[in-house]
Nanobody, 115 residues
């Protein structure tokens, strides 16, 4: 069974930075895409960033220029570097991996941006 384990969430002040990690129990190359989603209280889960097996990346408009998704194939890990954090970035962040008709989710990690 595939497992995704996120880490790196924390309380940070506005303007600060965090790096989230998603460790995958399996070959990261078996997934067509991997992504980060987030869900704020009372809101629907939304896509933040995605990276495909070919390295193509795409971002939610509001995080472009501030967030960067990357992958370390040797460590089977996907990262989300978040800079210039804003209070509206506060949410539970989930790692996602997709292949064929299968979709896998991590348990989530809390990011809180507040002074």
């Amino acid at each position: 069974q595939v497992q995704l384990v996120e880490s790196g969430g924390d309380l940070v002040q506005p303007g600060g930075s965090l790096r989230l990690s998603c460790a995958v129990s399996g070959n990261i190359f078996s997934f067509n895409s991997m992504g980060w989603f987030r869900q704020a209280p009372g809101k629907e889960r939304e896509l933040v960033a995605v990276i495909t097996i070919s390295g193509f990346t795409n971002y939610k408009d509001s995080v472009k220029g501030r967030f960067t998704i990357s992958r370390d194939n040797g460590k089977n890990t996907v990262y989300l570097q978040m800079n210039s954090l804003k209070p509206e970035d506060t949410a539970v962040y989930y790692c996602n991996a997709a292949r064929a008709s299968q979709v896998f989710w991590g348990q989530g990690t809390q990011v809180t941006v507040s002074s």
